[in-house]
């Protein structure tokens, strides 16, 4: 097959970038409506820091992480963030515009790393198909600190490659550039805590499959040069590793999440974390219904790649048994076999679209070595007849990516248990309070079957962290008699905002009934919530996308 000039590949490559960043920057605000708590968090965090130097808990420019909830948040997220809130302010569409911008760049990079480990036909393939890739999209559309994963991945590849260590046949070993790597290395490790466990595991198991490369690599000395310059970069990070293994909020975490449980033995717990591992190649997560929790759910009838990707991902991996020793083909072997890594020592119902991030890129590129390896092949008998496998592949795949692109800004947000899951009604209550505060002596708010009510108005009110810090406040630690918040800290008061749980609140709505007084409050509640109360009619319902009443706001005097 004549390969194209060099610039239809880059002329493909920027229509793949506009069409990414319209897809990741359209109505930024509303799908997926409201806010995800871990999402809301650090937008409030990186707000502090913004505008006090402080986090929410009163830490002055925290590096490994911030408590957050009282489980721990990472840092990295909230110090990209801070630039955009001083710049154009705190609202939602700032907090998740720094991850629709990473997921642009991720598909630069991605482009970046076929071209230089394959040639310019995987480049831009693999381009076009993070451009459209639903897994994709919808982490590059909230901006949870988990959402420069995938651009931490790229970088982490594209860097190395660029560097010159031993990924391809062309390695020239450059010295800055080594160092640089490493530091970009380190850099991402105060990302996701995922990170911190996907990246030793997938440098080892780099390792594992280019050992014959590294043989030579090490014997010369620029190649040992590079290498210890990398390496002592990335050492940059030591600290935030042996931080994190002793950090008391981690491990509490993990001590409740493990996928095993304690009394089991060595090899029943060793059983139970490889039992995780092959799901993640199943066709359930990846086609049909991707992660099962609601806040990272497709749309209904999508999973987390198109299907037009699985016969490209099945080619894919048949090319890289057949050129298994070009390193090219063992670099996107140990990418493929160490994605589901970070994700194998918590327990989820399914594999979780967070910490399997990875899979974006390693399947991603693996598709499309399939869908060029898959042309080429029918080029060998005619020009005409690799055009015609190209055209239908791009024909099927972009039928698909429209009825995807569809779905996901149509019916994302129909679903009541997707809703919730972004607590898109309290968001609007929020909205609704904001302007009419003074007005009330004391607001009372739900917690039933919204997590962490308390940090959505804080987002939303855009509450002044100065006041914030000074206000008296009451925390419980967590669990609640119901379960909940098993090693989270609960919020059941700030200034004159109160968080009532099923299970535990602070008692005031009771003292305001009793004290004799005619104070003005305002209840967000669900509908019949305070069945023993005389309520006046709500002065607003707010509904689902179906309809269905989720919260009553009930002006009252007592």
């Known amino acids: ?36 708590v871990d999402e809301a968090v650090s937008a409030w965090n990186a707000w502090c820091l913004a505008q006090t130097g402080r986090d929410q808990h009163g830490k002055p420019w925290p590096i490994t992480d911030s408590v957050g909830f009282g489980q721990g948040t990472t840092t990295l997220y909230l110090y990209v963030l801070v630039p955009f809130y001083r710049a154009f302010g705190f609202t939602t569409i700032t907090t998740r515009v720094p991850a629709a911008i990473g997921g642009i760049l991720a598909i ?12 310019a036909g995987v480049g831009v393939t693999a381009a076009i198909l ?28 594209a860097s190395m490659v660029w560097a010159g260590l031993p990924l391809t046949r062309s390695n020239q070993p450059r010295m800055v550039r080594a160092a640089l790597a490493g530091c970009i290395a380190a850099l991402f490790l105060y990302g996701y805590y995922a990170i911190r466990l996907w990246v030793p595991l997938f440098l080892l198991g780099l390792l594992v499959f280019t050992w014959p490369e590294w043989l030579p690599f090490l014997k010369s000395r620029r190649g040992r040069i590079a290498t210890a310059v990398y390496g002592g970069a990335a050492a940059i990070a030591a600290p935030l590793i042996v931080g994190t293994l002793r950090d008391p909020l981690l491990l509490r975490r993990a001590a409740v999440t493990w996928v095993w449980n304690p009394q089991d033995s060595f090899l029943t717990r060793a059983g139970k974390v490889l039992s995780r591992y092959p799901e993640h190649f199943g066709l359930d997560f990846l086609f049909r219904h991707g992660d099962p929790y609601p806040a ?8 987390v790649f198109l299907w037009f990707t699985l016969p490209l991902m099945i080619v ?19 990418l493929v076999v160490t994605y589901p890594c970070a994700d194998l020592l918590n327990a989820h119902d399914g594999p979780h679209g967070l910490r399997s991030i990875p899979g974006i890129v390693a399947l991603t590129l693996l598709a499309a070595v399939g869908a060029v390896s898959f042309v080429r092949y029918f080029s060998r008998a005619s020009r005409g007849l690799a055009v015609s496998v190209a055209a239908m592949i791009a024909i ?8 995807f ?10 679903s009541p248990v997707k809703f919730i899951a972004f607590a898109a009604d309290l968001v609007d209550a929020s909205k609704w309070m904001k302007p009419r505060l003074d007005r009330y002596d004391a607001i009372f708010i739900t917690g039933n079957a919204i997590s962490h009510p308390y940090i959505y108005t804080l987002v939303v009110l855009q509450y002044p962290p100065q006041r914030w810090l000074m206000d008296e406040k009451r925390f419980q630690e967590g669990p609640l008699p119901n379960g909940w918040f098993r090693y989270e800290q609960i919020c059941l008061r700030y200034g004159k905002f109160h968080f009532i749980f099923p299970g535990a609140d602070d008692g005031e709505l009771e003292l305001l009934r009793a004290n004799g007084k005619a104070d003005r409050l305002l209840l967000v509640v669900r509908p019949g919530e305070l069945p023993t109360m005389s309520l006046p009619p709500p002065l607003r319902r707010i509904h689902d996308a179906t309809g269905r009443e989720t919260l009553w706001v009930i002006e009252a005097v007592m």
Do not use: K
């Not at 795949?397 to 009825?403: D, P, V, Y």
């Open 316 to 334: 894919g991996v048949a090319w890289i048994v057949a050129h298994f020793r070009e390193v090219e083909a063992r670099v996107l072997a140990a």
């Open 130 to 157: 993070l451009c459209i890739s639903p897994w994709h999209l919808q982490q590059s559309r909230w901006g949870h600190m988990a959402n420069i994963f995938p651009l931490a991945v790229a970088a982490l590849i």
């Open 108 to 119: 630069a990079l991605l482009w970046y790393i076929g071209t230089r480990m394959f040639d």
């Open 1 to 36: 097959m004549t390969r194209p000039n060099r610039w239809v590949p880059l002329g493909l490559l920027a229509i793949a970038l506009v069409t990414g960043a319209g897809l990741r920057l359209t109505d930024l605000e509303r799908a997926p409506a409201g806010l995800d």
């Open 405 to 414: 692109t569809r779905a996901y800004f149509q019916r994302l947000d129909e």
């Open 396 to 403: 099927v795949g972009t039928a698909e990516a429209i009825g």
């Open 296 to 303: 990272m759910r497709p749309p209904p009838d999508y999973g």
